[in-house]
C-alpha cells in the first residue's frame, strides 16, 4: 500500500496515515540520523503505529520519539521503537517499507510487532 513520496518528507515532519486498516492510525517521520529498517539513501525514514502498546493512547512524535500522554512512555524512533521510558513493556510497532527509487514512492509491506489491541498480527496483502 502506498503511503507517502519521500520527496514530499521534509526532516522531522511527521505523516500521518492509516495502515493496513482505517482503525489502525501509523505516522512515518525522516530522522536526522540513520535508523533500524529506515529506507532512503541516508537510512532515515521510518513508520510505526501511533499506538500506545501500553493500553492504546495515541502517541506524539517529538524531536526523533515517539511520546505517549497518558502515562508518559516514550519510544525510539532510531532504534525500532525501543521503549527507553514509561509503562510499556512492549516496543512501538513498526511498519516494514519499502521505496521505489525511480517514482520515490514509500508502500508499506508489513508490520513488525504487535498493533495495541489486536490478537494477532495485522494481515496484509
Ligand atoms: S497508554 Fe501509553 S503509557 Fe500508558
Not at 500500500?1 to 521534509?10: A, F, P
Not at 522531522?12 to 496515515?17: D, I, S, V, Y
Not at 503505529?49 to 520519539?65: A, D, T, V
Request: hydrophobic content about 35%; some cysteine.
Amino acid at each position: 500500500m502506498k503511503i507517502g513520496n519521500i520527496r514530499d518528507l521534509k526532516a522531522g515532519e511527521p505523516l500521518q496515515f492509516n495502515y493496513p486498516d482505517e482503525a489502525s492510525p501509523c505516522t512515518m517521520v525522516m530522522l536526522n540520523r540513520e535508523s533500524i529498517g529506515g529506507i532512503g539513501s541516508a537510512k532515515n525514514v521510518v513508520a510505526f503505529s501511533s499506538l500506545c502498546p501500553h493500553m492504546g493512547c495515541p502517541l506524539n512524535y517529538s524531536n526523533e520519539r515517539f511520546v505517549c500522554g497518558c502515562h508518559y512512555s516514550m519510544f525510539d524512533a532510531a532504534k525500532n521503537g525501543q521503549t527507553y521510558q514509561g509503562l510499556s513493556s512492549q516496543w512501538l510497532a513498526q511498519l516494514v517499507l519499502r521505496l521505489d527509487v525511480a517514482s520515490g514512492n514509500i508502500y508499506a509491506e508489513g508490520i513488525e510487532g504487535l498493533v495495541y489491541g489486536r490478537i494477532s498480527n495485522l494481515k496484509v496483502s
